[in-house]
């Protein structure tokens, strides 16, 4: 009966097949990114942190354009956007070109938020970065590098 490992490895015994690497990497991506949100300020989901990063990388934009970016459906942005209205994180303001179209745009509250959420979450990861080698650095930000690769590729 085959093992496990030898089911999972190539027969060339170059390293890891394809499939134990994704399962690897979506399980350490998964906890990393839990632990990240848990360093992120109360008061707003994960779905409105994502939205206000998207906002602040992109730009105003419109409700359509920022439910495309996020993968989500617009009734579920609608709510997303109004409840970060309710918190005065964005606000909507109507195209100069075109009247009918309103922009979602981050406030200076919104900016600032976005920007001490990335603060703490980098100051996090940075603290459990200092007890590796300076060549485990290396090999992480080559691994950055190549998973940065992979998902323009996905896009």
């Known amino acids: ?15 890891a097949s394809e499939p134990v690497v994704a399962a690897r ?7 990393l990114a839990r632990r990240l949100r848990q360093q992120a300020s ?3 989901t994960p779905s409105q942190l994502a939205a206000l990063s ?21 009734p579920t942005m609608t709510r997303i956007v109004s409840g970060l209205e309710d918190v005065q994180l964005v606000t909507r303001e ?4 075109d009247r009918r179209v309103a922009r979602v745009r981050l406030t ?11 603060t ?16 485990e650095l290396t090999t992480l930000d080559e691994a950055a590098s190549i998973l940065e690769r992979v998902m323009e590729d996905a896009e």
């Open 120 to 135: 703490r979450k980098d100051a996090y990861l940075a603290a459990h970065l200092r007890s590796l080698t300076p060549t």
């Open 25 to 31: 990497l979506r399980l350490v991506v998964m906890r």
């Open 108 to 118: 200076p509250q919104g900016q600032r938020f976005v920007e001490q959420s990335r």
């Open 54 to 74: 998207s906002i602040e990388r992109l730009g105003p934009l419109t409700l359509g354009e920022l439910s495309s970016v996020e993968r989500v459906r617009p």
């Open 1 to 15: 009966m085959p093992t496990a490992a030898s089911t999972d490895t190539p027969s060339d015994g170059t390293g």
């Open 42 to 44: 109360a008061g707003v």
């Open 94 to 97: 109507r195209d100069p070109h």
